[in-house]
């Protein structure tokens, strides 16, 4: 199950997006077992991404490879346990949050790929910064010690039309060709989930994040 998703998801993707720029698939590994991510990683997947610290923590040592993303709601408490461990953060929502990475980053000697998150919905329950802003907050992480900006990241409303959610992604798109004209190492626009992977690659994706789609349906209990 997991190995012929992995497969037909792959195989979809060998297209790349509407300008047929290369799709990096990140796997979401939330509630899954290591043996369930090793297969998934056996079966071809180079990238995985945890949502909780310490799922990350206790989970992502016993995993056989691959490029290592935090995708979740970062408290700046626990940042400590991932400087270092991730590849690339998706979920830079906020200016503690900035201070922070930057600050572990430097004490570490490294420096930290990130993500702007945005929120592009408006949504009271979804972290990220407006995206009117989106733009300065790029300039400004740009000239900011210890962290590279590499795109953004944003996650659509569950609710809306094909219409109304691909205007949406549209306005990312804009704005990553924006910051790329700027700085051409900006390279990821990290927007798509199981339910809505398609539409955001028509729009200009070029990394999206499926849990149930190559794992089934999640169980939290
Ligand atoms: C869980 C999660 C995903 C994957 O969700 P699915 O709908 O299972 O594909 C993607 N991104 C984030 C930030 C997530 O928390």
Same mark, same amino acid.
């Given at each position: 199950?997991?190995? @012929?998703? %992995?497969?037909? &998801?792959?195989? =979809?993707?060998? +297209?790349g997006?509407?300008?047929?720029?290369?799709?990096?698939? *990140?796997?979401?590994?939330?509630?899954?077992?290591?043996?369930?991510?090793?297969?998934?990683i056996?079966?071809?997947?180079?990238?995985?991404?945890?949502?909780?610290?310490?799922?990350?923590?206790?989970?992502?040592?016993?995993?056989?490879g691959?490029?290592?993303?935090?995708?979740?709601?970062?408290?700046?408490?626990?940042?400590?346990?991932?400087?270092?461990?991730?590849?690339?953060?998706?979920?830079?929502?906020?200016? @503690?949050? %900035?201070?922070? &990475?930057?600050? =572990?980053?430097? +004490?570490?000697?490294?420096?930290?790929?990130?993500l702007?998150? *945005?929120?592009?919905?408006?949504?009271e329950?979804?972290?990220?910064?407006?995206?009117?802003?989106?733009?300065?907050?790029?300039?400004?992480?740009?000239?900011?010690?210890?962290?590279?900006?590499?795109?953004?990241?944003?996650?659509?409303?569950?609710?809306?039309?094909?219409?109304?959610?691909?205007?949406?992604?549209?306005?990312?798109?804009?704005?990553?060709?924006?910051?790329?004209?700027?700085d051409?190492?900006?390279?990821?626009?990290?927007?798509?989930?199981?339910?809505?992977?398609?539409?955001?690659?028509?729009?200009?994706?070029?990394?999206?994040?499926?849990?149930?789609?190559?794992f089934?349906e999640?169980?939290?209990?």
């Open positions: 199950m997991i190995e @012929e998703n %992995v497969k037909a &998801l792959l195989s =979809r993707l060998e +297209k997006n509407c300008f047929g720029e290369k799709v990096t698939l *990140v796997a979401a590994t939330k509630t899954r077992t290591v043996e369930e991510i090793n297969r998934a056996n079966a071809g997947i180079t990238d995985i991404g945890e949502n909780r610290v310490q799922e990350f923590k206790d989970k992502f040592d016993g995993v056989i691959g490029n290592r993303h935090f995708i979740g709601h970062l408290q700046t408490n626990k940042v400590k346990y991932l400087i270092g461990k991730t590849d690339l953060y998706h979920s830079v929502d906020r200016d @503690e949050l %900035v201070e922070e &990475l930057s600050k =572990r980053s430097k +004490k570490a000697g490294i420096v930290s790929n990130v702007i998150q *945005v929120n592009i919905g408006n949504e329950s979804k972290g990220g910064y407006p995206l009117d802003d989106a733009f300065s907050v790029f300039l400004r992480l740009r000239e900011t010690e210890g962290l590279r900006v590499r795109g953004f990241m944003a996650m659509l409303p569950a609710q809306g039309t094909e219409e109304t959610l691909s205007a949406l992604c549209k306005k990312m798109r804009a704005l990553y060709e924006r910051a790329k004209e700027e051409p190492s900006i390279d990821y626009l990290s927007m798509g989930m199981s339910g809505d992977w398609e539409l955001c690659l028509k729009n200009g994706a070029n990394m999206i994040r499926l849990g149930t789609a190559i089934g999640r169980n939290y209990s």
